[in-house]
């Protein structure tokens, strides 16, 4: 078996590629979301695209792909397959069984996981953790994700919920309400929408999107610095309790809002030495090499682990750099 099928279901759209066993990457098939329309929707999504990337696969000769590999939003059951919980963006989607009626759909064997964590295994299989036993990995985007990988395997917990970082009482948050609806989580401070709604409040005749207040921070609009930097320094600190935690060798940190910003990534890193006692201190913090790509190769990951025995395969990258 040469191939697998990594799927990477996201809030917008939904993304799948053959990936090899070197976790290199076939052409990249996309398609809205239509989360929206509930799960046989979603579902319904994820056939066509399998069927067009088997398609590829058969015709680029990759081989037929031995699994396909599926990350999401929301909280997974891994064992089951089953969604454990999802917010109002997947209504629905909390209690579908994924694995089983794909598995039954494909033909090949399935994998389910959390997207923040296929993310994670993504980057230690095949980027910026790759070759590092342990890795605490962030995702800031729509929201805030986050999951720690020992040897390429991703603690799990009792609730399915070890690593997720989004909702951490945060001080820097303050009384912003956080789309859980409590208030006070590092989520309402820090993700991708919270930085521009916060520009919005603090510059109401200048509306714009996260990408640019990430930009005008860096070009210095006192405003977005202001903004920019409270939502680096609460990640900062809800970093520094994770890592004192855990003590992870690495921290990688991806989603859109990661490398965006000198402004915002000073803030952070800043924050992290600050609060990290003296032998913790130099903990590396590596951007993420995968971008996009990191949970649909995560996904692939989980894939490769049924049909090929993973612990085989290679990792890229090397311990050099550490
Ligand atoms: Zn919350």
Redesign the pocket.
């Known amino acids: 078996m040469s191939s697998v099928i990594g799927v990477d279901i996201g809030g917008t759209k939904t993304a799948a590629a053959v990936v090899g066993p070197d976790g290199r990457l076939g052409r990249l098939h996309t398609a809205p979301t239509r989360a929206a329309a509930g799960p046989d929707a979603v579902l319904d999504g994820v056939r066509r695209l399998v069927a067009d990337v088997r398609h590829e696969a058969a015709r680029d000769g990759w081989g037929a792909p031995g699994a396909v590999g599926i990350a999401t939003a929301g909280m997974v059951d891994t064992g089951s397959g089953v969604i454990a919980g999802a917010n109002e963006t997947f209504p629905g989607w909390p209690g579908t069984p994924v694995k089983a009626r794909l598995t039954q759909d494909l033909g090949v064997a399935v994998t389910v996981l959390n997207d923040a964590r296929a993310h994670a295994i993504g980057e230690a299989w095949a980027g910026a953790a790759a070759g590092v036993p342990s890795a605490l990995v962030v995702a800031i985007g729509t929201g805030v994700g986050g999951a720690v990988v020992f040897d390429g395997q991703v603690l799990g917990g009792a609730h399915h919920a070890a690593g997720e970082m989004?909702?951490m009482p945060s001080a820097g948050a303050g009384e912003l309400r956080?789309?859980?609806?409590?208030v006070g989580?590092?989520?309402?401070v820090a993700c991708g929408p919270a930085i521009a709604e916060q520009f919005r409040f603090q510059d109401p005749g200048r509306p714009a999107g996260t990408p640019e207040v990430l930009r005008l921070a860096d070009a210095g609009n006192e405003n977005a610095v202001a903004v920019v930097r409270r939502a680096g320094t609460a990640l900062g600190q809800a970093i520094a309790g994770v890592v004192t935690v855990v003590d992870p060798h690495v921290v990688v940190l991806g989603g859109g809002v990661a490398g965006a910003s000198a402004v915002w990534w000073d803030a952070v890193c800043e924050t992290l030495r600050t609060e990290l006692v003296a032998p913790l201190r130099d903990i590396p913090v590596r951007l993420s090499t995968l971008g996009g790509n990191a949970p649909l190769i995560g996904a692939a990951r989980s894939a490769w682990r049924v049909v090929a025995g993973a612990d085989d395969l290679p990792n890229r990258g090397s311990r050099e750099d550490q």
Do not use: Y
């Open positions: 989004g909702h956080c789309p859980c609806g409590r989580h590092l989520e309402a």
